[in-house]
Structure formats: C-alpha cells, structure tokens
T-cell receptor, first 113, second 110 residues
C-alpha cells in the first residue's frame, strides 16, 4: 500500500522567494509520484510526474521536484515565487501497476507581495 | 481537445433524496475513477472502473454506487445521501499513467 505525507498544511512565501513543498511517501513497490496544483474553484492540474526515469523532474510553470529514494521524498521547488503560484498543492503516489492515486492532505501556498 | 465533463457542478440536496452525478470523457480511456476531496484529507478514491461493465471499490465506497455501461460515461450514484457525503467530487479518467481531473461537483447534503 502506498501513502503520502505532506509536511505543512500552509506555506507563506514572499514574491520572488524560493517555494519548497515537502512530500514523503511510503510504498511497498517502486512508485510513480505526482504533484498536482489546484487553483480556487478549479479541478486538479498535473504539475509534474516521476515515472522511474530521471530523478530530477521538471514540470510546468517553473516547478521541479527531485526523487530521493534514500529519503523516500519527492519535494517540490520553484526558485522564485509569483503571485499566480497561490494555490493548493497535492503530492500523490501510485504503484507501477496500480491505477489508484493516493494523495497527501495538501499544502496551501500564499504569496506575499 | 481532451475533455472531462461533470454535471451538475453544484448541487444542494436533502438527506435521503437519490441523486446522480454524471461524468463524461471524450478521450476513449478505459480506466476512470471517482474521488472525493475533503479539507485536510486530500482526495480519496471512491470507485474505479477498468472498462465497460468492470467496476470496483476504492478506499471510501460506502454510500455510493457507480455504473459503466459505455466507455465514455461513468456516473456516480448516491442512493440515500447523508450530510457526511457533503464534499467536492472529481471524476478522473486515466491515460498514459496520468489522471485527468474533471472540473468537480460541489455537493451539499442538508
């Protein structure tokens, strides 16, 4: 069974500052890992995914995440926050032959001008 | 253009009144899921379907039913809704290892 823990339910950053969202997973099999973003009153949009290729994954809107097997982590970063990054972010995991996503509780990002 | 449609988008109903939330996809995907989203809990899978006439329970199936009579449609049925089913619901077809989420249906049961 897979599960995900997102550290910090709320993160506040200044515009232009580094965004770091933490995600740790537990999985009995090599996982697929995902980050999704949800803007207010919208559905979920895929930011990036790890599928056992390169450990550093680049996504949309300047986000990237690094898969670290030794730390069972898949933290999301963006070097410079923009006001438009204010949203809720979800980390999710699935097994290689498992079509179900297991989600973390989410992290809400606010960006201060 | 890949599209997932859910109806209704918003619904307020009363306890015990049967309702159906429809989901339709134009991507010809075999695998589809329903999730519910609740604050502090993230998204949890309710039911999924591997193909027409093939459905199975997810993590939180109690109080829900689904059907898959044709590939494009995957309705979620609440036979007797209760207040604890107040939530935001997402339909999500799967393609290429990626789930595409519909726009969501916000359901309130009073």
């Amino acid at each position: 069974a897979q599960s995900v823990t997102q550290l910090g339910s709320h993160v506040s950053v200044s515009e232009g500052a580094l965004v770091l969202l933490r995600c740790n997973y537990s999985s009995s099999v090599p996982p697929y890992l995902f980050w999704y973003v949800q803007y207010p009153n919208q559905g979920l949009q895929l930011l990036l995914k790890y599928t056992s290729a390169a450990t550093l994954v680049k996504g949309i809107n300047g986000f990237e995440a690094e898969f670290k097997k030794s730390e069972t982590s898949f933290h999301l970063t963006k070097p410079s926050a923009h006001m438009s990054d204010a949203a809720e972010y979800f980390c999710a995991v699935s097994g290689l032959n498992d079509y179900k996503l297991s989600f973390g509780a989410g992290t809400t990002v606010t960006v201060r001008a | 253009e890949a599209q997932v449609t859910q109806n209704p988008r918003y619904l307020i109903t009363v306890t015990g009144k049967k309702l159906t939330v429809t989901c339709s996809q134009n991507m010809n995907h075999e695998y589809m899921s329903w999730y519910r989203q609740d604050p502090g809990l993230g998204l949890r899978q309710i039911y999924y379907s591997m193909n027409v006439e093939v459905t199975d329970k997810g993590d939180v199936p109690e109080g829900y039913k689904v059907s898959r009579k044709e590939k494009r449609n995957f309705p979620l049925i609440l036979e007797s809704p209760s207040p604890n089913q107040t939530s935001l619901y997402f339909c999500a077809p799967l393609a290429g290892g990626e789930q595409y989420f519909g726009p969501g249906t916000r359901l309130t049961v009073t």
